[in-house]
């Protein structure tokens, strides 16, 4: 975990957009990763305890 508590390292990318949030758990090959995904930032309900997700929607998140 992070020190801001939440975790999650890398933002999950479509066409542009940012869907949500993610926590890699274990980069199953090079296309596929297995992940902790919070979709919809600021929506509590919208977690999904582990999803599997193509590598390339996944953006690293920066500090500023």
């Known amino acids: 975990m992070s020190s ?3 975790g ?4 999950v990318v479509w ?3 940012v869907l949500g949030e993610a926590r890699i758990i ?4 090079e296309w596929i990763s297995l992940a902790f ?3 919809g930032i600021g929506r509590p309900d ?3 305890d582990h999803a599997f ?9 920066t500090p500023n």
Do not use: D, P, W
Not at 8 to 11: D, L, N
């Open 8 to 11: 999650f390292t890398h933002y």
């Open 15 to 17: 066409n542009e957009v």
């Open 53 to 61: 997700v193509e590598n390339h929607l996944l953006i690293l998140k």
């Open 37 to 39: 995904i919070k979709l």
């Open 46 to 48: 919208a977690v999904s």
């Open 4 to 6: 801001e508590g939440n």
């Open 26 to 29: 274990e980069k199953c090959n």
